[in-house]
Protein backbone atom coordinates (compact mmCIF):
# COMPACT_ATOMS: atom_id res chain seq x y z
CA UNK A 1 0.00 0.00 0.00
CA UNK A 2 1.28 3.58 -0.61
CA UNK A 3 1.71 5.72 2.36
CA UNK A 4 1.14 9.50 2.26
CA UNK A 5 2.84 11.73 4.84
CA UNK A 6 1.19 14.84 4.98
CA UNK A 7 2.29 18.13 7.03
CA UNK A 8 1.94 19.95 8.62
CA UNK A 9 -1.33 18.61 10.70
CA UNK A 10 -2.49 22.46 11.42
CA UNK A 11 -1.50 25.80 10.47
CA UNK A 12 -2.61 29.24 10.99
CA UNK A 13 -2.17 32.19 8.62
CA UNK A 14 -3.64 35.81 7.79
CA UNK A 15 -6.40 36.07 6.23
CA UNK A 16 -4.57 37.34 2.72
CA UNK A 17 -1.98 35.52 3.60
CA UNK A 18 -0.41 32.50 1.89
CA UNK A 19 0.06 28.71 2.84
CA UNK A 20 1.53 25.45 1.80
CA UNK A 21 0.75 22.22 2.89
CA UNK A 22 2.74 19.08 1.50
CA UNK A 23 2.62 15.58 1.00
CA UNK A 24 4.85 13.05 0.32
CA UNK A 25 3.96 9.52 -1.15
CA UNK A 26 6.07 6.04 0.05
CA UNK A 27 7.02 5.39 -3.74
CA UNK A 28 6.69 7.51 -7.15
CA UNK A 29 2.62 8.28 -7.62
CA UNK A 30 3.17 9.83 -10.84
CA UNK A 31 1.60 12.53 -10.44
CA UNK A 32 -2.17 11.32 -9.73
CA UNK A 33 -2.11 13.37 -6.40
CA UNK A 34 -5.84 15.35 -5.67
CA UNK A 35 -6.43 17.99 -2.62
CA UNK A 36 -10.10 18.24 -0.96
CA UNK A 37 -11.37 20.61 1.51
CA UNK A 38 -13.82 19.20 4.23
CA UNK A 39 -15.56 21.46 6.07
CA UNK A 40 -17.59 20.12 9.32
CA UNK A 41 -20.85 18.93 8.47
CA UNK A 42 -20.35 18.63 4.87
CA UNK A 43 -18.63 16.30 2.44
CA UNK A 44 -15.16 17.00 1.57
CA UNK A 45 -15.14 19.02 -2.22
CA UNK A 46 -12.35 18.43 -4.42
CA UNK A 47 -10.42 21.18 -5.75
CA UNK A 48 -7.46 19.91 -7.47
CA UNK A 49 -6.58 16.75 -9.26
CA UNK A 50 -3.49 15.72 -11.66
CA UNK A 51 -1.81 17.63 -8.72
CA UNK A 52 -2.56 20.98 -10.13
CA UNK A 53 -5.31 20.56 -12.53
CA UNK A 54 -8.15 22.90 -10.32
CA UNK A 55 -11.57 21.87 -10.50
CA UNK A 56 -14.40 23.66 -12.52
CA UNK A 57 -15.71 26.86 -10.27
CA UNK A 58 -12.50 26.69 -8.34
CA UNK A 59 -10.53 30.25 -7.68
CA UNK A 60 -7.17 30.50 -9.44
CA UNK A 61 -5.83 31.28 -5.46
CA UNK A 62 -6.01 27.40 -5.36
CA UNK A 63 -2.75 25.74 -6.85
CA UNK A 64 -0.60 22.71 -6.44
CA UNK A 65 2.80 21.14 -7.83
CA UNK A 66 4.91 18.53 -7.65
CA UNK A 67 6.19 15.22 -8.88
CA UNK A 68 7.50 12.01 -8.13
CA UNK A 69 7.11 11.75 -4.63
CA UNK A 70 6.62 15.29 -3.21
CA UNK A 71 3.76 17.34 -3.57
CA UNK A 72 2.60 20.61 -2.08
CA UNK A 73 -0.98 22.81 -2.19
CA UNK A 74 -0.88 26.28 -1.77
CA UNK A 75 -3.59 28.84 -1.21
CA UNK A 76 -3.36 32.23 -1.55
CA UNK A 77 -4.78 35.22 -0.81
CA UNK A 78 -6.74 33.72 2.17
CA UNK A 79 -9.82 34.34 2.74
CA UNK A 80 -12.30 33.44 5.49
CA UNK A 81 -14.06 30.38 3.40
CA UNK A 82 -11.07 28.87 3.27
CA UNK A 83 -11.13 27.80 6.98
CA UNK A 84 -11.30 24.19 6.92
CA UNK A 85 -9.35 21.05 6.87
CA UNK A 86 -7.62 20.20 3.65
CA UNK A 87 -6.96 16.40 2.57
CA UNK A 88 -4.18 15.28 0.27
CA UNK A 89 -5.18 12.06 -2.03
CA UNK A 90 -2.86 9.69 -4.13
CA UNK A 91 -4.69 7.65 -7.09
CA UNK A 92 -2.00 6.26 -8.61
CA UNK A 93 -2.16 2.78 -6.97
CA UNK A 94 -6.00 2.47 -5.53
CA UNK A 95 -6.16 5.19 -2.95
CA UNK A 96 -4.90 6.54 0.55
CA UNK A 97 -5.60 10.00 1.82
CA UNK A 98 -2.71 12.34 3.95
CA UNK A 99 -3.65 12.61 7.58
CA UNK A 100 -4.99 16.21 7.41
CA UNK A 101 -3.96 19.88 7.58
CA UNK A 102 -6.38 21.94 9.79
CA UNK A 103 -6.32 25.98 8.81
CA UNK A 104 -6.98 28.40 10.87
CA UNK A 105 -7.37 32.37 10.29
CA UNK A 106 -5.54 34.37 12.80
CA UNK B 1 -28.24 16.00 -11.06
CA UNK B 2 -25.66 13.94 -9.07
CA UNK B 3 -27.18 12.70 -5.86
CA UNK B 4 -25.83 9.57 -3.74
CA UNK B 5 -27.61 8.73 -0.67
CA UNK B 6 -26.31 6.64 2.15
CA UNK B 7 -28.75 5.05 4.99
CA UNK B 8 -27.38 2.54 7.45
CA UNK B 9 -28.82 1.36 11.05
CA UNK B 10 -27.22 4.38 13.01
CA UNK B 11 -26.37 2.25 15.84
CA UNK B 12 -24.25 -1.44 15.62
CA UNK B 13 -23.31 -3.68 18.70
CA UNK B 14 -19.84 -4.35 18.88
CA UNK B 15 -18.81 -7.87 17.33
CA UNK B 16 -22.20 -7.14 14.63
CA UNK B 17 -21.90 -6.78 11.06
CA UNK B 18 -22.83 -3.22 9.03
CA UNK B 19 -25.20 -3.02 5.93
CA UNK B 20 -25.32 0.44 4.62
CA UNK B 21 -26.88 1.13 1.29
CA UNK B 22 -25.88 4.12 -1.54
CA UNK B 23 -28.97 5.05 -3.66
CA UNK B 24 -27.48 7.12 -6.33
CA UNK B 25 -29.73 9.23 -9.21
CA UNK B 26 -28.56 11.14 -12.02
CA UNK B 27 -25.93 8.98 -13.19
CA UNK B 28 -25.39 5.07 -14.08
CA UNK B 29 -23.38 2.65 -11.99
CA UNK B 30 -22.46 0.76 -15.08
CA UNK B 31 -20.46 4.45 -15.89
CA UNK B 32 -18.57 5.17 -12.59
CA UNK B 33 -17.26 3.84 -10.08
CA UNK B 34 -18.02 4.13 -6.54
CA UNK B 35 -16.03 4.36 -3.30
CA UNK B 36 -16.68 3.94 0.62
CA UNK B 37 -14.89 6.47 2.81
CA UNK B 38 -15.57 7.01 6.14
CA UNK B 39 -14.57 9.36 8.90
CA UNK B 40 -13.92 8.28 12.45
CA UNK B 41 -14.94 11.32 15.17
CA UNK B 42 -11.85 13.81 15.48
CA UNK B 43 -9.70 11.86 12.65
CA UNK B 44 -9.60 12.16 9.04
CA UNK B 45 -10.36 11.11 5.88
CA UNK B 46 -10.10 6.94 5.64
CA UNK B 47 -10.54 5.08 2.03
CA UNK B 48 -12.37 1.78 2.73
CA UNK B 49 -12.78 0.15 -0.80
CA UNK B 50 -13.91 0.57 -4.11
CA UNK B 51 -15.99 -1.04 -7.01
CA UNK B 52 -15.57 -0.43 -10.28
CA UNK B 53 -17.99 0.13 -13.20
CA UNK B 54 -17.67 -3.61 -13.95
CA UNK B 55 -18.35 -4.92 -10.75
CA UNK B 56 -14.53 -5.66 -9.89
CA UNK B 57 -13.77 -4.89 -6.38
CA UNK B 58 -10.76 -3.81 -4.07
CA UNK B 59 -10.36 -3.03 -0.51
CA UNK B 60 -7.85 -1.02 1.48
CA UNK B 61 -5.51 -3.87 3.04
CA UNK B 62 -6.27 -3.12 6.43
CA UNK B 63 -10.20 -4.22 5.69
CA UNK B 64 -9.93 -6.29 3.22
CA UNK B 65 -10.79 -9.65 5.44
CA UNK B 66 -13.85 -8.35 6.96
CA UNK B 67 -15.20 -5.81 4.22
CA UNK B 68 -16.95 -6.66 1.40
CA UNK B 69 -18.67 -4.24 -1.53
CA UNK B 70 -21.31 -5.01 -4.13
CA UNK B 71 -24.12 -3.22 -6.23
CA UNK B 72 -27.06 -3.80 -8.14
CA UNK B 73 -26.74 -1.93 -10.83
CA UNK B 74 -30.78 -2.28 -12.04
CA UNK B 75 -31.47 -0.66 -8.66
CA UNK B 76 -28.88 2.16 -8.13
CA UNK B 77 -27.90 0.63 -5.42
CA UNK B 78 -24.24 -0.06 -3.86
CA UNK B 79 -23.34 -2.17 0.09
CA UNK B 80 -20.89 -1.99 1.90
CA UNK B 81 -20.89 -4.83 4.43
CA UNK B 82 -18.39 -4.80 7.58
CA UNK B 83 -18.54 -7.68 9.50
CA UNK B 84 -16.76 -7.88 13.14
CA UNK B 85 -17.23 -3.78 14.15
CA UNK B 86 -15.59 -2.59 17.03
CA UNK B 87 -16.02 0.47 19.04
CA UNK B 88 -13.19 1.72 16.61
CA UNK B 89 -15.58 1.57 13.70
CA UNK B 90 -17.41 4.70 14.34
CA UNK B 91 -17.33 6.91 11.90
CA UNK B 92 -19.39 8.93 9.30
CA UNK B 93 -19.58 6.35 6.19
CA UNK B 94 -19.42 8.26 2.82
CA UNK B 95 -20.36 6.64 -0.71
CA UNK B 96 -18.46 8.50 -3.33
CA UNK B 97 -18.82 8.79 -6.65
CA UNK B 98 -15.29 9.31 -9.12
CA UNK B 99 -15.35 12.92 -11.25
CA UNK B 100 -16.10 13.09 -14.81
CA UNK B 101 -12.63 14.06 -15.84
CA UNK B 102 -10.88 12.58 -13.45
CA UNK B 103 -10.59 8.78 -11.75
CA UNK B 104 -10.43 9.93 -8.53
CA UNK B 105 -13.36 10.33 -5.26
CA UNK B 106 -15.44 13.77 -6.37
CA UNK B 107 -19.22 13.56 -5.52
CA UNK B 108 -20.02 12.74 -1.73
CA UNK B 109 -23.14 11.37 -0.35
CA UNK B 110 -24.15 13.79 2.45
CA UNK B 111 -22.79 10.54 4.87
CA UNK B 112 -24.16 8.28 7.47
CA UNK B 113 -23.50 8.23 11.12
CA UNK B 114 -22.66 4.75 12.34
CA UNK B 115 -22.20 4.15 16.28
CA UNK B 116 -20.68 0.93 17.13
CA UNK B 117 -21.74 0.50 20.99
CA UNK B 118 -23.17 -2.02 23.23
Given at each position: DIQMTQSPSSLSASLGGKVTITCKA???????IAWYQHKPGKGPRLL?????TLQP?????FSGSGSGRDYSFSISNLEPEDIATYYCLQYDNLFTFGSGTKLEIK | QVQLKESGPGLVAPSQSLSITCTVSGFSLTSYDISWIRQPPGKGLEWLGVIWTGGGTNYNSAFMSRLSISKDNSKSQVFLKMN??????TAIYYCVRDGTTVVAPAYWGQGTLVTVSA
Open positions: SQDINKYIHYTSGIPSR | SLQTDD
